[in-house]
């Protein structure tokens, strides 16, 4: 009788949430395939018919983050659809916060990566960032530019995709190590203020 797909589903979601679980508290090298099949409560046979490997199963779940971190309906993806000009730069910032949030495993699961991996995964999400950034916003922000609402002088792809590493870094150190108040004020003050250093450095002069 062949497998049902829903149950194999459910299944392989149990044994996933498990690995990253563990993953995130224990690191990579510190947590065992008979550790996740304990803790999705399935049998290890169970478990390797879904991975063979602890490789893979990581592998599996940074392409299904990275999928996900990534599709259209995230946070940061609206934020960006929605760029009209500088005024729109609290809204990178508020999404990249609502965006860390969201995917907090994911941001320790690369952590993992890199630490214990040499941080494979990593270098693929950022070295693709470029292009989704110019698929995405290029020809608007070329508008913006021949419109006089950006400096000339400065590359805007380059100035909007170091504003919201600026911001997915506050967010990173604040909810994912722990440090409030990095810049001394409220969150929306530091959003304020991180905009403010990227619109005058994007104005036109």
């Known amino acids: 009788m062949p497998a049902n797909p829903k149950a194999v589903a459910k299944t392989r979601d149990k044994i996933h949430a498990a690995a990253v679980e563990l993953f995130t508290k224990q690191g990579f090298h510190g947590t065992g395939m008979r550790q996740i099949a304990k803790q999705a409560g399935v049998s290890l046979g169970n478990l390797y018919n879904h991975h063979k490997s602890k490789e893979e199963l990581l592998a599996a779940l940074l392409e299904e983050f990275e999928e996900r971190y990534t599709a259209p309906g995230t ?37 993992v990566d890199v630490v214990e991996l040499e941080g494979e995964h990593i270098r693929r999400l950022f070295g693709g960032m470029r292009k989704r950034y110019e698929e995405n ?35 990173n150190i604040q909810s994912i190590f722990g440090v409030r108040r990095l ?23």
């Open 75 to 111: 946070p940061l993806a609206k934020a960006m659809a929605e760029f009209q000009g500088l005024e729109d730069l609290e809204r990178i910032g508020e999404a990249s916060r609502a965006q860390v949030r969201r995917f907090s495993d994911y941001i320790r699961l690369i952590y």
């Open 137 to 171: 916003l290029g020809e608007r922000l070329e508008a913006l530019r021949a419109a006089g609402k950006l400096g000339g002088d400065v590359d805007p792809i380059a100035g909007l995709m170091t504003a919201t590493i600026a911001y997915f870094y506050l967010w």
């Open 183 to 205: 810049y001394g004020g409220t969150d929306q003050q530091a959003i304020e203020t991180i905009a403010e250093i990227f619109r005058r450095g994007l104005m036109p002069r």
